[in-house]
């Protein structure tokens, strides 16, 4: 994904306007008790929808096509 692509989040869609690496633990996944050591960054996107910046994990997003 690239700043500009327009994508899809939970039925809705925004622009990509920064994309980084960044650490989230995921507690369904992980559980409750965090230890950022385990974790690796991974992709994420600062997508503005309706006017918002949301940063958002780009495995959560698609790409409008």
Do not use: C, S
């Not at 939970?10 to 690496?21: A, E, F, N, P």
């Not at 507690?27 to 929808?49: L, S, Y």
């Amino acid at each position: 994904m690239n700043v500009g692509d327009l994508v899809n989040w939970l039925d809705k869609t925004g622009v990509i306007v920064r994309v980084y690496k960044h650490k989230v633990w995921r507690t369904n996944e992980r559980g409750t008790t965090v230890d950022w050591n385990k974790i690796k960054p991974e992709p994420f996107a600062d997508v503005m929808v309706n006017g918002n910046i949301m940063r958002l994990p780009q495995t959560d997003l698609t790409i409008v096509r």
